[in-house]
């Protein structure tokens, strides 16, 4: 199988006898913004981690550029090019924005574990941390532990450490989870300034959002694609509007 981007085919997952996905096939291409949602239980998680490398489908085929991603493990599928947002703020809280973002360029650079020079004495790691400052809009912020932002401004922060990973296929786990409808749209705008050629799948529950980031959104329900379309052609479906705000319908 070849072609550009991450392309899944027919893919399965079986947890004992409960099946969680259920021939999934989708393709992520460079620029392409989608969304995938779906009732709790639907299986998105699950995807996810199929995608990953947490967990290992019981059939199906996940490639890279034509590449089979499947032997890999999580951290050279990270390497590849295949990230999902860090959680990693409950871990670094203390540190400050700057402190934060370095490590993921240290990481990438496998300089993380060098005892011999100052991890802020790379003037490379430190301009690429501006930018990534300047770009999700924290250079006031970057003295400031991640503690003491405000939640959505925390967001922001694991967003650009994955970012810092330089991944190709980016996938955003609730990006909007816990946080307050007033600072939503600084989530907005950060995925709307996401770079162009990047491949953008979104996990969320907030349709809003959804609606606004995504060209196209997948609808999956026990494990299975229900539909793919555009926010338009979503909205329009009877079967999607049941699924999300119980209507009825002639
Ligand atoms: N490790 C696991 N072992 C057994 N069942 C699991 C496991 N992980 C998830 N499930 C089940 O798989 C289904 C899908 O879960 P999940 O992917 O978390 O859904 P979602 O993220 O859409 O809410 C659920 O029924 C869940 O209980
Ligand atoms: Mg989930």
């Given amino acids: ?58 059939s199906g085929e996940i490639t890279l550029d034509g590449r089979d991603i499947r032997p890999m ?21 203390a540190l400050t924005v700057r402190e934060n973002l370095r490590l993921p360029l240290l990481e990438r650079r496998g300089w993380l574990g060098r005892l ?5 004495s790379y003037p490379e790691v430190e301009m690429e941390i501006d930018g990534l400052l300047k770009q999700f809009k924290l250079t006031h912020h970057a003295h400031t532990p991640v503690d003491r932002l405000a939640y959505g401004q925390q967001r922001l922060v694991e967003m ?37 050629d990047l491949s953008v799948l979104i996990i969320e529950h907030d349709m809003n959002l959804v609606f606004k980031v995504a060209a196209k959104i997948i609808v999956l329900v026990a494990g299975a694609i229900l539909m793919e379309g555009t926010p338009a052609e979503i909205s329009a479906d ?7 705000l119980g209507a009825h319908h002639d």
């Fill in 1 to 58: 199988m070849t072609g550009v981007g991450l392309k899944v085919r027919n893919l399965n997952k079986a947890f004992g006898g409960l099946v969680v996905a259920r021939n999934i096939t989708l393709d992520l291409a460079p620029g392409d913004r989608k969304a995938l949602i779906g009732p709790n239980g639907a299986g998105k998680s699950t995807f996810t981690n199929l995608i990953t490398g947490i967990i290992a489908p019981t």
């Fill in 73 to 93: 493990s999580e951290s050279q599928r990270v390497k590849a090019g295949v990230a999902k947002t860090f959680q990693i703020t409950t871990l670094f809280k």
């Fill in 116 to 120: 011999i020079r100052r991890a802020d």
């Fill in 160 to 196: 650009a450490m994955t970012l810092a990973l330089k991944p190709r296929i980016l996938i955003l786990d609730e990006p909007a989870a816990g946080v307050p409808s007033s600072e939503s749209p600084l989530i907005m705008e950060a995925i709307a300034a996401l770079p162009a």
């Fill in 238 to 244: 009877a079967r999607v509007r049941d699924l999300y």
